[in-house]
């Protein structure tokens, strides 16, 4: 959310669209976007190894605190010096709810606590939390960016920043790294997840359309969820076959949907339609890719979020800079507008190839660690319960 909400907030923040404060051009613009993304993938690779090691309930909670503070730091920031708030954006990414320490920390806890047969849907209904926030904050946003306090866009910072601090308050009381270590779950549900895992749980306007796709997101990741199960748990296909063809739908579609926009011309309806349904479609991650280091490895899986997240994510740190450059002086020709769509659906159409061509949803042998002699009977107790 906090990522996102700089896409509503720079429109008031600056004099090229409206009567804002800064006078930043789009290149400078694309800069500030891709500055979350430089913090983005520093730390993937140590955080799931962190969280693999320590757990991840301290690990989330301290990225969720510091993205607080740094939000309600953020116009100071802003209005100190460009190179403060890019400084900023560049610390968000090392922190920011669905990024940087978080995703590791929080997909090594769904391998402690999902079973197979559920695991599409607890992934999915997490997950969609991202989402189901960025729904409720953006139309938001646009409503405090027109009407808030202190110039108007300094309070979406203000309101997230108390908001996660608020969360993080009660995510301390309410969540553990697993079942093992929770005081309040019943045995029996312990030793439901603990079998079904065989014990491996170690350790204004504008506003209002942004927010279109993402709420098209929130429904879709809800409803691929329950049917990814249904079918993994009715065993119509494996869940190797399963993972791909939910896979098609997160990247393949939306790449499509990218495609058409650029045969749309000035027919801003049917365009907004096609980025609706582009950005909808991405829900199916959750019950694909988002899911599949579960799969592989529930004991690693916080690692294997880590490195992919890493490499996958520098196209985050490249793309905003890109698009500033190219629409650079032309916001309103189609033209370079569509060469930008035609750059997202190439990547879009290579990687869902590359992941249907050499993707896997079964458990790797290198996720077993090697058990001492008391482990090994812990194991064989529980399987026997």
Not at 137 to 153: I, S
Not at 200 to 205: H, P, W
Request: charged letters at 10%; hydrophobic letters at 45%.
């Amino acid at each position: 959310m906090m990522r996102t909400s700089l896409s509503i907030t720079i429109v008031a923040m600056t004099t090229q669209l409206k009567n804002g404060e800064f006078n930043w051009n789009e290149e400078l613009q694309g800069i500030i976007l891709s500055a979350f993304f430089w913090g983005y993938i520093t730390p993937m690779f140590i955080s799931g190894w962190l969280a693999n090691r320590y757990g991840g309930k301290i690990l989330f909670m301290s990225g969720l605190g510091i993205d607080g503070i740094l939000a309600l730091i953020l116009p100071l920031a802003a209005r100190s010096h460009v190179g403060l708030l890019i400084a900023c954006r560049v610390a968000m990414g090392l922190a920011e709810v669905s990024t940087g320490v978080m995703v590791p920390s929080f997909h090594q806890m769904l391998g402690a606590w999902s079973p197979p047969d559920e695991r599409s849907r607890m992934s999915s209904f997490s997950y969609a939390g991202q989402p189901f926030g960025i729904v409720l904050v953006l139309p938001l946003a646009g409503l405090l960016c027109e009407y808030g306090l202190d110039g108007g866009w300094p309070t979406v910072y203000y309101t997230l920043g108390l908001t996660a601090l608020i969360i993080c308050c009660l995510w301390f009381y309410l969540v553990y790294d697993t079942p093992s270590h929770h005081p309040r779950i019943s045995q029996k549900e312990k030793l439901y997840i603990q079998t079904s895992l065989g014990v491996k749980d170690k350790k204004a306007k504008n506003g209002l359309l942004s927010s279109l796709p993402y709420l098209f997101y929130l429904i879709n990741a809800y409803i691929c969820g329950i049917i990814g199960d249904w079918i993994i748990k009715n065993k119509y296909f494996s869940v190797t076959v399963t993972r791909k063809f939910f896979q098609v739908l997160a990247s393949g579609v939306p790449a499509v949907c990218l495609l058409a926009v650029t045969f749309s011309g000035c027919d801003s309806t049917l365009t907004i339609v096609w980025l609706v349904l582009a950005g909808g479609f991405f829900g199916a991650m959750y019950t694909a890719l988002g899911v599949n280091h579960v799969d592989l490895s529930p004991n690693f899986s916080g690692i294997l979020q880590g490195i992919t997240l890493t490499i996958g994510n520098l196209a985050g740190i490249l793309v905003p800079y890109v698009i500033g450059v190219i629409i650079q002086g032309q916001q309103r020709s189609r033209s370079s507008w569509d060469l930008a769509y035609y750059i997202s659906a190439s990547v879009l159409l290579l990687s869902t190839l590359i992941y249907v061509l050499f993707g896997s949803g079964e458990e790797q042998p290198w996720n077993q660690p090697d058990l001492d002699e008391n482990e090994a009977i812990s194991v064989e107790n529980v399987t026997k319960v």
